[in-house]
């Protein structure tokens, strides 16, 4: 049986009445086996994808995808070891409920919306599978397992979404990357305002402020993108700058000199909001428009990610007036 590769509901249909009539027998060392292997293929899928994909976020999302299916192979096979210690993964006799042959060209914005698509397409189908296979299937440590197959999906749905959301936003509003002007940027949702820092950072350097650790955060943009992390403890490290929020209230002209010398596209300055921690409101606001300010000046971007509901309405409203929001 070949895989459904196009969105055809009747077609859809079909292929998952086939999949779920072929699966619902597995028995439970069955069913790890056939999760382990589709974890598999689908890292390798995604890899593909990433390979040509030209969009930095667009390929980071893809590098995502293919890091979480071999975390989430590893996590099934020590499961299958566990309880079967003695023995290896057997293949089963079953059909993709994920991923087919699909590696498009990128060439335009149309590919990435159209792989996305399909991508997204594929992640929901594999849900529904594992959601009908949670009340179907006839051993119950199998119809456990397929309850949390079918979490794993949803949140690389929910991944794809985002980036999909960004880019098809971008697409009805008539703005390319290449067009976008310098000056602040402003995003309530974090992942979100770090897919945008990875594009229109391109293959030049840019700055990550955050309160997240440096290792954690370049993880998972998938490159060594230098990290200011904003702590107050942390101890001296080799590699990794720090400093306490407080003192990044005083700073906006010393981080525009670093854009400068250190030749840097875009700053994206995380979690805004927990700044009021260290002041007011007022100031914070000022403190962020100020830096917009500069960033027009020296031509450089600043992308903010900020809690709304952690300012009041009138503030909130001032940083919407005066910084452009793409999400």
Known sequence: MKPVVNFDRERLESYLSEVVDKLKSLSFKEALSYAIFNEEDEAKYYAELAQKAKRPSVRALFLQMSDESLEHKERLYSLFKKVFPDEEPVKVDAPPVEVAPFYPEFEKVDD????LEYCMESELFAKRTYEILSTKAEDEE?????????????????????????????????ISLEALEPGGYLFEDREKARYTFLDVTGEDKGLVITREHPKKIRSWMKIDVPVLWLSESAMKMSGVRTLP??????KVEDIAECVSSENLRAVLLE??????????????????????DLAIERGFYLIVSAEKEAFTPTSWAILRANMEKIE
């Open 112 to 115: 990435y919306l159209h792989a």
């Open 245 to 250: 929020p407080k003192l990044l209230l005083e």
């Open 142 to 174: 199998a119809r456990a397992l397929f309850a949390q197959l079918a979490l794993m999906e949803e949140e690389h749905y929910q991944r794809i979404r985002k980036v999909y959301e960004l880019v098809s936003k971008m697409k009805r509003r008539k």
């Open 271 to 292: 979690s805004a909001e927990y700044l009021l921690l260290e002041t007011n409101e007022k100031d914070l606001i000022k403190f962020l428009l100020d830096l917009r």
